[in-house]
Every structure is written in structure tokens, then in C-alpha cells.
């Protein structure tokens, strides 16, 4: 069939922002599940909170600012920003409602009946009332700042994402003033959720939320005056940092600069408590020039995300996922000398269902290692208290030639990789910050280790970062190796983002922003070549996001030539699957579990070769053509199944935690029916993860 002449057709693709938002009506859905344990729905409904606030403040905030400008039109699904914002607002809306609508008809009775007790304020006995004002007196009061508003005292700087209580107000002060209007902002030091003594509380953990207890005090802030009405709002900015790149210098120092203008962005999203009266809320929104639209009531505390650490708290394991210890690989619980255990053959390490630690003992030996001479090593995102990054600095003290290509501009870990940089630089390492204009975004190590007087490079690559704590619930592939041309590769790349040069051809590796698109689309188009030529044809392909159009009409074209495609792609697909004569051979699904999906994984049949290769980049433009990404070939033929049969097979099979994309783009959850329940991640856990007992 050929295929149809207007593939680029915006009825053919599907809007970003909108499937983000669908994105978070799965992760929603686990906190309906009855099937997850009960702390860990909890757990996904604070998620859904903590995905949104980076919505508002990175897409929505771009959103309003291509209206405001008319930079931009339509996209390729045909709709214009303003459009967009229009749909994006109803369906935030109605998100939101419905996360509180869980939160307080279903999660906090099914925590309640468990002796785990959020308890509001109209509910306080004499006992409890008498502690919590204690409380108040002693840890609450002493740290808080009234602001009365009148002629000297404006409406207050309000942080991004900060509580604050608006409160109106009878009486006059001290000095007759009678503004009936004030704002008190609570300080980030200060908890969100406060845990009461068993005996106060009447139950082994009950807990009280910050707003209750500045609710029910709040008159003792204003000395000789009454508090009509007391109000939480919390406000979203545009956190998206901007650096003119043909002016900066030093990117270092003018990002320091940048972060601390992030608090007060332009103001996108207005959070109210519901009982918000309509004068206040309507003060508010001209306070920060927004509009009804942009105004979220909620039934509970404005911010879920700090409900994150209640499990933390609660001493439950059977409310919880049970507990699991990471597989060692046979390879290197045989041979501890790390660079032994490579030379013996590659080794692929399964994120998190095999242990992260050889990939730390490999730089942990490199930095020990009298015969290392160097390490190279970039880093995206990294825990603030990394073993890797202490490795690192002990390495660079002790002598070795230290490179580090530390990303700068990875969004929200900033301040953390600036610190990590100056630590470095302090102790000699070389500290390079990529290229301007292109995110770092590959996952690479490099040792050069001399043995029998000659000088040997040995490499990890990987799919995800280099964090210890993300390693735990990230599913992630990554591959130590010491095959020469793949290390030649690697050193290659690591030459451009230190140096300067023409980009040299790669052996093995294919590269952003150079090879991997034009590699991914001859690939995509052999599949159709072969399928033309009447032998079988077939693509998985599994990531996080599919938004590239070059891509996504490639694939059509695919589908039309007859090739089999299966997309695994956990977060946002513009490519709708399913509609005769053009994508009837693709089909899309998302896995939401309780590991996050961020693996990808790129197959091809290739007449039989089975080309598997493992990449840093999702399929969309900015990976392409503005970050450094690396995408790399699984060789061993063992590894390479190893791969199909852990990361790819179980995820088509799964029907349990499967959502699969119909040509409207909506999803359905896959159901088991009459077939035998199977999820991937715990078909993975059984075979990898060594479960150790619930403590009792």
C-alpha cells in the first residue's frame, strides 16, 4: 500500500503538552490501585504533584510566554500556543480535582483505618489543642514574620513554590493602622507535616499539617486584632533559566547569577485552600497578574509533595513494596579486580534490579589504581553526598589526570553540579562544562590504565545518570567494556567536549548532534526496505518520550511498507499508532510500576542481524540536534539477548502495568482477562532481586 502523499498531516500527531499531562493520569491511576501497597500510592500521588509543579514552571511557563510574544505557531499537531494553554488549563484542572478527591475520600480513610491519622484541626481535643499551641509558642512563632500591608509595606517578594497564609483582618494596631490585610510566610526550614506523640495523638501516628496549626493561631501574630479569614496560596514561577550564550564568559558564574533569580520568575500558577474567599482570591491573582484560569483550589494542604516523606516515617513494611537487595553480577563477585573482570568479556548491568555498585567500584579502583593514569567522566546528575564524585576528588589529590565534563544546565541539579565542580577544580581536576548550546547529556566513564607497558582504555555507558539514588528505582542499562574501537569512540567524543576539532567518524558509536538522527532514520528505512522486499521486518524501540516528526513519519512509512513496530515509550508520544493505512502496524504502550522507565533501547531486526542498541537520547529534536548524546551497540550476541529478554520482551508481555495508546491517542489499561497476570518489573524482581524478609 503506498502510503498516504501528507504524512507531516497535524491529524497525524499528537500535542506534547497534553501527553505529558496524560503521562501524570497514569502515575495517578497507581494511586487508585488497591494492588500497590497503601504508603506507595500515597507516594505516587505526591509524585503527580512534584511532575506538575516542573510542568507549570517549564512548559506551562513557556506556554504563556510564546503568547505573550507571538513567537510561535502552530505545531505540528496544528494547534497554536493559545490553544494549547486553553486545553492544558481544563485538563490541569480536573487533574488536580481528582488528586484531592483521592487524597481525601480514598487515601486518607484507608490510612486512617491503618492507625496512620492526618488530623485536621476541627477534630483537635482539649489534649491535642493544648499541645499543638505549645508547639506553636515554641518552635512556630519565634521564626515567623507578619507583614501588614499599607504604603510601607508592599506586597511581599513571594518564593517560588513557597506556603504563605493570607490573612484578613479587624481592629487597628499599635499605630491605628487598620490595612485589614496581611501575609505570613512560612520558612522552608520549617516542616509541613508535624508527627504528634503517640499518647497526644491517640493513635501510633497521627500527624498535623503546618497550615492547621498557623490556621488555628494565627491571631496571635496580630496582637489586639481578629483574623476574619486565614489563607494558604502558594505561587508557580518560571524556573527555566536563560544565559545569552554569545555573551557569557564564565557559564559557571553566570548561572550562579541566574539561580538566584529562579525564586522569583514570572508567576504562572496561584494555589488557594478551597476556602479562600472570592475577594482574597481575587487580590491574589492581581498581586501576581494572573488569570481566573491560572487559580487551583485545593481541599488539603497546597503542596502534596511534603506528604513524600510520611512512609519515611511510618514504621510499615507491610503497607510498603517489600524490600529487595540488587543482584551482583557472576562476573564481578568472581573476580573483584574490576579491570580483570572486563578483560574477561563486556559486562551489562540492569538498573536496579542488579546492583549499581560495580560501576562505583570501577571508579573507586580506577582512583586507587597505581597503574591509572587517567579518568574521564561526565556527569548529568549526581546525588549530593556521591561515592563517585569522592572517588573522583581522591583521584585527582593523589596525582591522576582527572577530567570531568560536568553539565551545568541540567535543569533543577544546577547548584548541585556547580558545587560538585568547584570541590573538583579545588583539587586539580579538570573541569569543563561541554559546549554551549548543547547539553551533555551522555553517560560515559573512561580509564586509561597501564599494563605490561602499554596503555589500555577500559569504559562504562549507560543509559541513565551516574546517581547512586536513582539507581535504585530507575530502570537503566549500562556496559563495561574494554572493546578497543568502542573505547577509541569514547575517547573521540571526550576529545570534542574537552577540546577542539572537526567531529571525527565514529566506529561504533552513533552521536548527537551528528550521526544518530540521520543513523536512526536509515535504520527506521531499511526495516522498510526489507519489508518491501517481502521478508520480515521489525522495530522496538523503548524510551521515555517520541515527539521528533522526522521520526515519527519515518516510522509511518514503516507501518505502511508492512514492518512490525512496537513502541515502549513511558512519558509523551506525539505518534499516534493504529489508523489504517498509515500506523496500523505500530503499536504504542507505557509502563507505570513501581520502578520508573528510563531505559532506552533501540532494536532492529536488519534481515535477521538484530541490530540492539542501548543510548542515552530519547527520540525527540532537542536530543538530536541540541545535547550530546550517545547511542551504542550491544555486540556480545549473549548480552544482546540478554537485553531483548529483560528490556524489551517482558514489557510486551506485561498486563498488569501496561497502558496501551489508542488512535485517538487516549489509553486504555491493559487488563489480564482470562490470561495469566504478568508484570515486567516484578517478572524482573523475581528473577534478579533477592527479596529479604519484612521486618517485623
Known amino acids: 500500500m503506498a502510503p498516504p502523499t501528507k504524512l507531516t498531516s497535524p491529524e497525524y500527531y499528537l500535542n506534547r503538552e497534553l501527553g505529558l499531562l496524560a503521562f501524570n493520569q497514569r502515575v495517578l491511576a497507581q494511586a487508585e490501585d488497591q494492588r500497590n501497597p497503601l504508603l506507595e500510592r500515597l507516594k505516587f500521588l505526591c509524585i503527580v504533584s512534584s511532575n506538575l509543579d516542573e510542568f507549570f514552571e517549564v512548559r506551562v511557563a513557556g506556554l504563556k510566554e510564546q503568547i505573550e510574544f507571538k513567537t510561535a505557531l502552530a505545531g505540528v499537531d496544528g494547534m497554536t500556543p493559545t490553544q494549547t494553554y486553553t486545553q492544558v488549563c481544563h485538563i490541569a484542572h480536573e487533574l488536580v480535582e481528582r488528586q484531592y ?65 493570607a490573612v484578613e483582618l479587624e481592629g487597628k494596631d499599635a499605630f491605628g493602622r487598620n490595612s485589614g490585610m496581611a501575609i505570613v510566610q512560612a520558612p522552608r526550614a520549617l516542616p509541613r507535616v508535624i508527627r504528634l506523640p503517640s499518647e497526644i495523638a491517640g493513635c501510633e501516628y497521627g500527624f498535623v499539617f503546618l497550615s492547621s496549626i498557623l490556621h488555628a493561631h494565627v491571631d496571635e501574630l496580630f496582637s489586639g486584632m481578629t483574623a476574619r479569614g486565614c489563607y494558604q496560596f502558594r505561587v508557580t514561577r518560571n524556573s527555566d533559566l536563560i544565559v545569552d550564550e554569545e555573551e557569557i564568559k564564565d557559564l559557571r558564574l553566570a548561572l550562579q547569577g541566574e539561580l538566584t533569580q529562579r525564586q522569583f520568575g514570572d508567576e504562572v500558577r496561584l494555589e488557594v485552600a478551597d ?176 599494563e605490561d607497558g602499554k596503555l589500555h582504555r577500559y569504559v562504562h555507558l549507560s543509559t541513565g545518570n551516574y546517581h547512586q539514588r536513582t539507581a535504585r528505582f530507575y530502570t537503566d542499562f549500562g556496559l563495561l567494556t574494554c572493546h578497543a574501537e568502542i573505547c577509541e569512540d569514547v575517547n573521540d567524543i571526550f576529545a570534542q567536549l574537552t577540546g577542539l576539532g572537526k567531529a571525527t567518524k565514529l ?67 506525539a505518534l499516534k499508532p493504529g489508523i489504517p493505512g498509515v500506523s496500523e502496524n505500530i503499536r504504542v504502550r507505557s509502563i507505570v510500576g513501581r520502578f520508573l522507565e528510563h531505559s532506552r533501547i533501540y532494536y532492529f531486526l536488519n534481515g535477521g542481524a538484530q541490530d540492539v542498541y542501548l543510548a542515552s537520547a530519547d527520540w525527540m529534536y532537542r536530543n538530536f540536534f541540541r545535547r550530546i548524546e550517545t547511542c551504542f551497540p550491544v555486540l556480545d550476541q549473549k548480552l544482546k539477548k540478554r537485553v531483548l529478554k529483560e528490556g524489551l520482551e517482558p514489557y510486551l508481555k506485561d498486563n498488569l502495568q501496561a497502558w496501551e495508546m489508542q488512535a485517538d491517542g487516549c489509553y486504555r489499561h491493559k487488563k489480564p482477562g482470562r490470561a495469566q497476570p504478568y508484570s515486567a518489573q516484578e517478572h524482573l524482581l523475581a528473577n534478579f532481586g533477592q527479596e529479604l524478609a519484612r521486618e517485623e
Open 507 to 573: 566506529r561504533h558509536l552513533w552521536q548527537s548532534p551528528f550521526t544518530l538522527h540521520q543513523k536512526l532514520i536509515k535504520a527506521i528505512h531499511n526495516e522498510a526496505e526489507q519489508a518491501k522486499a517481502g521478508h520480515k521486518a521489525r522495530i522496538i524501540a523503548k524510551m521515555n518520550a517520541l515527539l521528533d516528526p522526522d521520526i515519527i513519519k519515518a516510522l509511518y512509512e514503516a507501518s505502511v511498507a508492512g514492518v512490525q513496530i512496537d513502541l515502549i515509550v513511558r512519558g509523551v508520544c
Open 101 to 165: 478527591r483521592i487524597f481525601n475520600e480514598v487515601l486518607t480513610p484507608e490510612l486512617a483505618a491503618e492507625g496512620i491519622h492526618f488530623i485536621r484541626r476541627t477534630h483537635w481535643n482539649e489534649e491535642q489543642a493544648a499541645w499543638i499551641r505549645e508547639y506553636f509558642f515554641r518552635e512556630l512563632m519565634p521564626v515567623l514574620t507578619p507583614i501588614g500591608l499599607d504604603p510601607a509595606h508592599p506586597f511581599p517578594r513571594v518564593l517560588n513554590k513557597s506556603l504563605n497564609f
Open 275 to 450: 476556602n479562600c474567599s472570592q475577594e482574597m482570591a481575587a487580590f491574589l491573582l492581581g498581586q501576581f497578574g494572573l488569570n481566573p484560569e491560572d487559580l487551583y483550589r485545593v481541599n488539603g494542604p497546597v503542596n502534596l509533595v511534603r506528604l513524600m516523606q510520611i512512609p519515611d516515617w511510618v514504621d510499615r513494611p507491610d503497607l510498603k513494596y517489600t524490600r529487595y537487595m540488587p543482584s551482583i553480577p557472576r562476573e564481578v563477585t568472581k573476580e573483584p579486580d574490576i579491570f580483570k573482570a572486563i578483560r574477561k568479556g563486556d559486562i551489562l548491568l540492569h538498573l536496579p534490579f542488579q546492583s549499581f555498585n560495580p560501576v562505583v567500584e570501577f571508579i573507586k579502583q580506577a582512583a586507587a589504581d597505581p597503574d591509572v593514569l587517567a579518568i574521564k567522566q561526565t556527569v548529568y546528575r549526581t546525588s549530593s553526598d556521591s561515592t563517585l564524585m569522592t572517588a573522583l576528588i581522591d583521584a585527582a589529590r593523589s596525582g591522576k589526570e582527572v577530567t570531568v565534563v560536568v553539565e551545568l544546565m541540567a535543569r533543577f541539579d544546577e547548584e548541585a553540579n556547580i558545587n560538585w565542580a568547584a570541590k573538583l577544580e579545588k583539587v586539580g581536576a579538570h573541569v569543563v562544562y561541554g559546549v554551549v548550546g548543547h547539553k551533555t547529556h551522555a553517560k560515559m566513564a573512561m580509564v586509561v590504565r597501564r
